[in-house]
């Protein structure tokens, strides 16, 4: 079956650090980019890192540039997002997300999801 | 970076209805555009990318169009199970941006 499972969420204080996983099976994860989307309590999606199949490419939010790392382990198939320094304003339910890259564009767009883990973030 | 702009954020509509939401970028995007049904307490699924294909496996009662700047996704018979919150979402550019959310509501 193909699909993604996270894990890693939780309550952190204000300035702390939490590392999310990322299981993927089912399909040849290697090949695939993969991306980071999170969604606020009652809010909408927000797109927040993605790096290409070969682990070259990264990419960020300005939200999150500087704060966060995204890598991947090929071997295991797990992907990770690394959260320092985090805020108030980081606390949401993080999807992992295969992500499909378009000839022609710069962008991904995510064809699987997983079904989320919650990173609050409170004192 | 590329602003999406979603409308209406929620609508109510009968069983049967007719359903159009819009999404508005802020530059050409071609038609880089996907929309996403995301059912309460679940995660997003596609229904539509490349503005107009339908994805394997959606009803056929879901239709994209547009190119551009202005796009829509149209539910031709409204079904009880389409209640969910719709989402557009630009990937012809970094950083992703997705619309603000169209809330699907039976009347």
């Known amino acids: 079956e193909v699909q993604l499972l996270e894990s890693g969420g939780g309550l952190v204080q204000p300035g702390g650090s939490l590392r999310l996983s990322c299981a993927a099976s089912?399909?040849?994860?290697?090949?695939?980019?993969m991306s980071w989307v999170r969604q606020a309590p009652g809010k909408g999606l927000e797109w927040v890192s993605s790096?290409?199949?070969?682990?070259?490419?990264?990419y960020f939010a300005d939200s999150v540039k500087g704060r966060f790392t995204i890598s991947r382990d090929n071997s295991k198939n797990t992907l990770y997002l690394q959260l320092n320094s985090l805020r108030a304003d980081d606390t949401a339910v993080y999807y992992c997300?295969?992500?499909?890259?378009?000839?022609?564009?710069?962008?991904?767009?995510?064809?699987?999801w997983g079904q989320g883990t919650l990173v609050t973030v409170s004192s | 970076d590329i602003q999406m702009t979603q409308s209406p954020s929620s609508l109510s509509a009968s069983v049967g209805d007719r359903v159009t939401i819009t999404c508005q970028a802020s530059?050409?995007?071609?038609?880089?555009l996907i929309w996403y049904q995301q059912k309460p307490g679940k995660a997003p699924k596609v229904l539509i990318y490349?503005?107009?294909n339908l994805k394997t496996g959606v009803p056929s009662r879901f239709s994209g169009s547009g190119s551009g700047t202005d796009f829509t996704v149209t539910i031709t018979s409204l079904q009880p199970e389409d209640i969910a919150t719709y989402y557009c979402?630009?990937?012809?550019?970094?950083?992703?941006?997705f619309g603000g959310g169209t809330k699907v509501e039976i009347k």
């Open positions: 997300a295969k992500s499909v890259a378009v000839p022609g564009t710069w962008g991904y767009y995510f064809d699987l």
């Open positions: 089912g399909f040849t994860f290697s090949s695939h980019a």
């Open positions: 790096i290409s199949g070969r682990n070259s490419d990264k």
């Open positions: 530059q050409d995007i071609s038609n880089h």
């Open positions: 490349g503005a107009s």
């Open positions: 979402q630009q990937y012809d550019n970094l950083p992703l941006t």
